[in-house]
């Protein structure tokens, strides 16, 4: 006796992965959300990377961070650039699928062309430095992100959505 294997059939909610098998809404949902996570980790592991270069102490404790003065505003900004990717994590697995992938879309653009704009910008002025490959990697995950919420739109325009 032999058993046939039978091709599961694709429900509504489900993508299909360039090697044509089936790929659940909640499994994608986790993946982009490992993916913000990742970004979380690589924009944290920047900073500290920084704080690492000869002079970025003394910098700091001056007052400076990279030639701009440090206040509220630039410490806001830092800190959004760690909370905000994680914000997107928990985002993406609790919102319907449809806002899902403009949320990200549009999260993941404005990330990854930040991060394209902050690697221009430090690696014409200064020269490469090792945290900016982080900034690098982390601007490459987010356009990553933005491509597959760009690709998610493309493949559902008639799909009903997970959550209704």
Request: glycine content about 8%; proline content about 2%.
């Amino acid at each position: 006796m032999t058993l046939e294997k039978s091709r599961p059939e694709l429900r509504v909610t489900d993508f299909v992965a360039a090697d044509g098998e089936a790929l659940n809404a909640l499994s994608f949902r986790t993946r982009v959300a490992v993916l913000w996570v990742a970004v979380a980790v690589a924009l944290s592991g920047s900073m500290l990377l920084y704080l690492f270069m000869p002079g970025a102490v003394e910098e700091l404790l001056a007052g400076e961070v990279e030639g701009e003065t440090l206040d509220d505003a630039l410490g806001f900004l830092l800190a959004g650039m760690v909370i905000i990717p994680l914000v997107m994590a928990a985002v993406t697995l609790v919102v319907t699928d449809r806002v899902n992938r403009y949320v990200n879309l549009v999260a993941g653009m404005a990330f990854g062309l930040f991060g394209v704009y902050a690697v221009v910008r430090e690696t014409s002025a200064d020269g490469f430095n090792v945290h900016i490959l982080m900034i690098a990697v982390a601007s490459l995950l987010a356009l990553l992100i933005a491509a597959l919420g760009f690709i998610g739109l493309r493949q559902s325009t008639d799909r009903p959505s997970l959550r209704t």
